[in-house]
C-alpha cells in the first residue's frame, strides 16, 4: 500500500525565515513525488515534481530514496506563501491516482 | 484557457437521497479522475477514467458511489442513498495523459456536499 506522511498540520515561520515542509512515503515500487499547494481560496494546483527538478516560486524539493522523503524547502519565507501544502505520490510511468498527505499549513507572519 | 469546472459549487441534501455532481475537464484532456476531502484530510482517490471507460475505481467506497463518462469529456458521479458520512468536497481532476511527463492533473474548484 502507498502512504504519504506529512506530520506537521501546521508550520508558522516569520517572514525571511527558512522554511521546510516534511514529507515522507511509503511505496514498494518506483514513485514518483509531487507537492500541490492550495492558496486562500483557489483551487489546487501543482506546484513542483521530483522528475522536473524544477524551483519553483523559490522552492525545491528533493527525492531521497533513503530516507523516503520529499521535504520541501525555501530559503526565505514570503507572505504570499502562506497556504495549505499537500505532498502527493503515484507510480511512475503508469496511469494512477495521487495518493496525498494530509497537509501542513504553512503560515508566514511578519 | 478555461479550467476544469465543477457544478454544482455547493449542494445540500438528506439523508437518504440520491445527488449527481458533475465534472467538465479541460477540454482535450483524455484522462479524468475523481477525489473526496474530508474536513482535515488530504484529497483521496475514487475513480479515474481514460476517455470513457473507468480504468481504475478502487476507491469507490461502496456501490452507492458510481461515475460515467459516457462521451469522453464531462463526468458525473451519483451517490445513492446518501449518508452523513457522505459529507465532503468532491473534486475533479483532468491530466492530458495518464502517463508521462503530461500526466499533471489540473483540479477544478470543487463541490461541497453537505448531507443532513
Known amino acids: 500500500a502507498q502512504r504519504v506522511t506529512q506530520p506537521e498540520k501546521l508550520l508558522s515561520v516569520f517572514k525571511g525565515a527558512p522554511v521546510e515542509l516534511k514529507c515522507n512515503y511509503s511505496y514498494s515500487g518506483s514513485p514518483e513525488l509531487f507537492w500541490y499547494v492550495q492558496y486562500s481560496r483557489q483551487r489546487l494546483q501543482l506546484l513542483l515534481r521530483?522528475?522536473s527538478r524544477e524551483s519553483i516560486k523559490g522552492f525545491t524539493a528533493d527525492l531521497n530514496k533513503g530516507e523516503t522523503s520529499f521535504h520541501l524547502k525555501k530559503p526565505f519565507a514570503q507572505e504570499e506563501d502562506s497556504a495549505m501544502y499537500y505532498c502527493a505520490l503515484s507510480s511512475t510511468g503508469t496511469a494512477s491516482k495521487l495518493t496525498f498527505g494530509t497537509g501542513t499549513r504553512l503560515q508566514v507572519t511578519l | 484557457g478555461a479550467g476544469v469546472s465543477q457544478t454544482p459549487s455547493n449542494k445540500v441534501t438528506e439523508k437518504g437521497k440520491y445527488v449527481e455532481l458533475r465534472c467538465d475537464p479541460i477540454s482535450g484532456h483524455t484522462a479524468l479522475y475523481w477525489y473526496r476531502q474530508s474536513l482535515g484530510q488530504g484529497p483521496e482517490f475514487l475513480i479515474y477514467f481514460q476517455g470513457t471507460g473507468a480504468a481504475d475505481d478502487s476507491g469507490l467506497p461502496n456501490d452507492r458511489f458510481f461515475a460515467v463518462r459516457p462521451e469522453g469529456s464531462v463526468s458525473t458521479l451519483k451517490i445513492q442513498r446518501t449518508e452523513r458520512g457522505d459529507s465532503a468536497v468532491y473534486l475533479c481532476a483532468s491530466s492530458l495523459s495518464a502517463s508521462g511527463r503530461a500526466f499533471t492533473q489540473y483540479f477544478g474548484p470543487g463541490t461541497r456536499l453537505t448531507v443532513l
Open positions: 521530483h522528475i
